[in-house]
T-cell receptor, first 114, second 112 residues
Framework: SQTIHQWPATLVQPVGSPLSLECTVE??????LYWYRQAAGRGLQLLFY??????ISSEVPQNLSASRPQDRQFILSSKKLLLSDSGFYLC?????????????FGPGTRLTVL | KQEVTQIPAALSVPEGENLVLNCSFT??????LQWFRQDPGKGLTSLLL?????REQTSGRLNASLDKSSGRSTLYIAASQPGDSATYLC???????????FGKGTTLSVSS
């Protein structure tokens, strides 16, 4: 069966510090991978998605970047965090079929920027 | 651009009641609509996926329907239980079919 991991579970960082959140998927190959952010009072916002190694699409302009160094690894980064980067970050995966995208989510990382 | 709206934002019901959660989307040219459950501070759990060729899906006490022509989906929960208390999220895919667009959710509270 497939499993998706995210770490860390919680993170408190000062403004201006760097960020690296990691997501890995087990039990499947060549998944589509997604990063979402859920801010207080707002819905889930898609940040990035990836259909393969090194292939990253950004949905919204922002202070964050994403990378996919391996087939089942997706990393969310920032060089300098802003207060507005606080939120709940969720990684998700789906099978590599564009028109059938049932998505499965990880446990999330709660990021607080102070 | 796909937009998804969920009504009501919050709902409180006594245990045992049947209830309906509503979801509407602006672009009817979707491939899929997916319902999720989110417990406080947790990730999302997939409940039901309805493909565009389907009109409904059922899992246990849950039934989700899809009407593409009107841009609506409903999630029906039968005989609600306190354990059903959570936020329920509806998501429809974007125009490119590459990702899901989420509503803000309906927070359900079932009292015993």
């Amino acid at each position: 069966s497939q499993t998706i991991h995210q770490w860390p579970a919680t993170l408190v960082q000062p403004v201006g510090s760097p960020l690296s959140l990691e997501c890995t998927v087990e039990g499947t190959s060549n998944p589509n991978l997604y990063w979402y952010r859920q801010a207080a009072g707002r819905g889930l916002q898609l940040l990035f998605y990836s259909v393969g190694i090194g292939q990253i699409s950004s949905e919204v302009p922002q202070n964050l970047s994403a990378s996919r160094p391996q087939d089942r690894q997706f990393i969310l980064s920032s060089k300098k965090l802003l207060l507005s980067d606080s939120g709940f970050y969720l990684c998700a995966w789906s099978v590599d079929m564009v028109i059938y995208i049932e998505q499965f989510f990880g446990p999330g990382t709660r990021l607080t920027v102070l | 651009k796909q937009e998804v709206t969920q009504i009501p934002a919050a709902l409180s019901v006594p245990e045992g009641e049947n209830l309906v959660l509503n979801c509407s989307f602006t672009d009817s040219a979707i491939y899929n609509l997916q319902w999720f459950r989110q417990d406080p501070g947790k990730g999302l759990t997939s409940l039901l996926l309805i493909q565009s060729s389907q009109r409904e899906q059922t899992s246990g006490r849950l039934n989700a329907s899809l009407d593409k022509s009107s841009g609506r989906s409903t999630l029906y929960i039968a005989a609600s239980q306190p354990g059903d208390s959570a936020t329920y999220l509806c998501a429809a895919d974007n125009q490119a079919g590459t990702a899901l667009i989420f509503g803000k959710g309906t927070t359900l509270s079932v009292s015993s």
